[in-house]
């Protein structure tokens, strides 16, 4: 009875644990979304997906 009740525990603490991780990037991708879509069409044009994403340039 213990090790079932360890097991669903350990099922809505992983279950939790990925719905939580999910939601997070789900957040972070709708802000670099947002922040992105405003910028004009030359800066996509001047910068490649590295610059982007990348450590700044010396």
């Not at 009740?5 to 350990?10: K, L, R, Y």
């Amino acid at each position: 009875m213990i090790a079932i009740a360890g097991a669903v525990a350990s099922f809505f603490g992983g279950f939790l644990s990925a719905r939580i991780a999910e939601q997070f990037l789900v957040r972070l991708r709708a802000r670099i979304f947002g922040h992105l879509q405003p910028l004009p069409p030359d800066f996509f044009a001047r910068h490649q997906a590295g610059d982007l994403g990348g450590p700044p340039p010396r």
